[in-house]
């Protein structure tokens, strides 16, 4: 029965949603973490116990990019007391991965653009965070495409759009969220200009990408898409 008197209203139901400290968190562990010079620290124990370079620098960044997915997945688990529901990563429809590599395959071409018109003196230092580990063409472009690829899509979108975005999402207007979270994104590249540059295009699209499609796996795979079609180029580029 309802005991509600007429013309009242009841309170609305408690919203669940990331607070600004769990956003502060994520901004700390995405600047704090991921930089060559964390990666050459955590690579000093593998390297003094022979190992290649290419194998200590590998241990160093899944300690890295790890510690990272592991952040951000305790901070939903904790905030909601689940993670695939709160991250929307429901099975992505055959459409939807489709549009994904559509719109990854376009943030590629535009980074390519990018490298084409802007000075050099922005583009120099661009690629891998720190270079590529010493090694051979094939141990490299496993290196690259490992992280680049496959690593770097599911702990970002992760971190900057399943709970950074959707943090400021609940809060602000759809393009206020979108354009401040990759702002925020974009910064997190620095201090390498041409990264940073591409980075606040790749923090609109796949925000957008999850505001329009309801799905973190859209931005994983048009992230993965991008940074793929990016590594296999500039290793062709190299072995041709």
């Known amino acids: 029965m309802n005991h509600s008197t007429p013309g009242s209203t009841s309170a609305p139901p408690h919203v669940i949603r990331f607070s600004y400290a769990d956003l502060a968190i994520v901004l700390v562990v995405g600047i704090g973490l991921a930089n060559s010079s964390v990666a050459d620290f955590l690579a000093r124990g593998p390297l003094s116990l022979g190992m290649s370079e290419m194998a200590a620098s590998s241990i160093a960044w899944v300690m890295i990019n790890g510690t990272q997915l592991a952040v951000g997945l305790v901070i939903v688990r904790h905030r909601f007391g689940a993670m695939r529901e709160p991250l929307m990563l429901g099975r992505p429809q055959g459409r ?23 000075p050099p003196a922005l583009v120099d230092g661009g690629g891998g965070e720190g270079g590529y580990p010493a090694g051979s063409l094939l141990a490299q472009f496993t290196f690259a495409f490992t992280f680049g690829a496959i690593v770097s899509p599911i ?57 329009r499609y309801r799905n973190l796996w859209v931005p994983i795979i048009a992230h993965a898409a991008s940074n793929g079609a990016l590594v296999v180029l500039a290793f062709a580029a190299q072995a041709g």
């Open 155 to 211: 702990y970002e979108e992760v971190l900057y759009r399943g709970v950074f975005y959707r943090g400021l999402a609940a809060r602000l207007p759809a393009l206020a969220a979108i354009t401040l979270s990759a702002g925020f994104f974009a910064v997190v590249h620095l201090p390498r200009v041409f990264n940073t540059i591409s980075a606040l295009f790749a923090g609109l699209l796949f925000a957008w990408l999850l505001h």
């Open 96 to 118: 939807q991965v489709g549009i994904a590599i559509g719109w990854g395959a376009t943030k590629a071409a535009l980074t390519l653009g990018l490298l084409l018109v802007l």
